[in-house]
């Protein structure tokens, strides 16, 4: 039996997605937990009243800056 290949192109994304699944299956579901305390407090930053005031830090410098917060949330 001969075979002539006439073109190729990419599966859908659906079907690339199903057979995924079935290949590699499903991990199981973890919980995670919430942070204890802020993020800002974590960092280092104070709050004074609605301004937040601290460093942002990279691994080449660090920078002094505040946040305000406009709005409740």
Do not use: D, N
Not at 1 to 15: D, H, Q, Y
Not at 26 to 31: F, Y
Not at 65 to 72: A, F, N, P
Request: glycine share 10%.
């Amino acid at each position: 039996m001969r075979v002539k290949e006439l073109g190729t192109r990419a599966a859908p994304a659906s079907i690339r997605e199903m057979f995924s699944r079935l290949i590699r299956g499903r991990a199981p579901a973890i919980s995670v937990q919430r942070r204890e305390i802020p993020y800002w407090q974590e960092r280092g930053w104070v709050q004074r009243g609605r301004e937040y005031t601290g460093f942002y830090r990279t691994r080449y410098a660090a920078f002094e800056g505040s946040i305000e917060q406009m709005t409740s949330g």
